[in-house]
């Protein structure tokens, strides 16, 4: 299973930046694709994920201000995110979890910096 993001960069604070995400190679029907971060002496931590049936999960602090989505058909998830605030700025790692087996694959990481 291969991943490949593309979006980020740089945003002013009370922007809008999308993230997307192929992935590719045998995949197995039942998965979760996320959005983990990553900010500078931080720990990984989950942004948003969306189950293969469309379940969705959020961190707190991006419930009102991110959206996840997924299309099945060309195999990839999206992150729109709105009203950046300059403690979004991080390395954002795109994630698919293979249910069976617990087996997770991430992309390369991808930037975002948020000005204030």
């Known amino acids: 299973v291969q991943l490949q993001a593309s979006g980020g960069g740089l945003a002013q604070a009370g922007g809008s930046v999308r993230l997307s995400c192929t992935v590719s190679?045998?995949?197995?029907?039942?998965?979760?694709m996320g959005w983990y971060r990553q900010a500078p002496g931080k720990e990984r931590e989950l942004v948003a994920r969306i189950g293969s049936l469309g379940s969705t999960k959020y961190a707190d602090d991006v419930k009102s201000r991110f959206t996840i989505s997924r299309d099945n058909a060309k195999n990839t998830v999206d992150l729109q995110m709105n009203s950046l605030r300059p403690e979004d700025t991080a390395v954002y790692y795109c994630?698919?979890?293979?249910?069976?087996?617990?087996?997770?694959?991430w992309g390369k990481g991808t930037q975002v910096t948020v000005s204030s």
């Open positions: 190679g045998r995949i197995a029907s039942i998965n979760y």
């Open positions: 994630n698919f979890h293979q249910v069976v087996g617990a087996v997770d694959y």
